[in-house]
């Protein structure tokens, strides 16, 4: 059975992501304080979840998310290369709910960073994922929703929003992990939701 690394498995996604794949690979877990040099992280593919994302309750620095976004990116890459991991995948998503700002920046230093190891020879997978829809999420859709019922100024525009599942997400993975990655762009391509905002709240208002 082939071991998959995956960094911020305690989050959302990652939660989910155990779950849906924990059949098919023995799956090691790094969190902060983790180190990658350990022993125990000898394998074969590594799914970097790990990363500082916008919050409304607090805004980060430039610094926070390159330190998290960026400088870890690094390690995890640098490890991948040393041990000659297979396959490295880096989830990215450039959210319709967050303007041009520090975190979109580090995401794009973040991506400048596997192009670097591409160069080199490590098979580095970015893949950009659409507002993500896990098992224990109420959906944009609800949110916005539940505002508008308790009163809460809300501004709803008519945009396009693409989701896609976790256990959507999982199957990709799994199809880059395999070396499949002709059957992991079509499950990618299947699988995305897409509708009018505007449109959806108002069927359940």
Do not use: C
Request: charged content about 30%; overall charge positive.
């Amino acid at each position: 059975m082939k071991k998959i690394l995956i960094t911020g498995s305690r989050g959302r996604i990652g939660t989910d992501l155990k779950d849906f794949l924990k059949n098919d690979y023995e799956i090691l877990e790094f969190e902060k304080g983790d180190e990658l040099s350990d022993d125990k992280f000898k394998v074969n593919s590594v799914i970097h979840l790990a990363a500082l994302t916008p919050k409304k309750e607090k805004k980060f620095s430039l610094k926070e998310y390159i330190e998290t976004n960026v400088e870890l990116t690094k390690k995890v890459l640098f490890y991948s290369s040393k041990n000659n991991v297979k396959t490295v995948i880096i989830p990215t998503s450039w959210s319709w709910m967050f303007k041009l700002g520090n975190y979109q920046y580090s995401k794009i230093l973040q991506e400048k960073v596997a192009q670097k190891y591409r160069d080199v020879g490590l098979n580095v997978i970015t893949i950009e994922f659409p507002e993500v829809i896990n098992k224990g999420y109420k959906g944009i859709i609800k949110i916005l929703a539940d505002r508008i019922k308790n009163k809460q100024e809300t501004v709803v525009d008519s945009v396009n929003i693409s989701t896609m599942t976790t256990e959507a997400i999982a199957k990709v993975f799994s199809g880059f992990i395999e070396g499949e990655a002709e059957k992991a762009n079509n499950v990618y391509k299947n699988s995305i939701n897409v509708f009018d905002l505007y449109e959806e709240v108002k069927k359940i208002i």
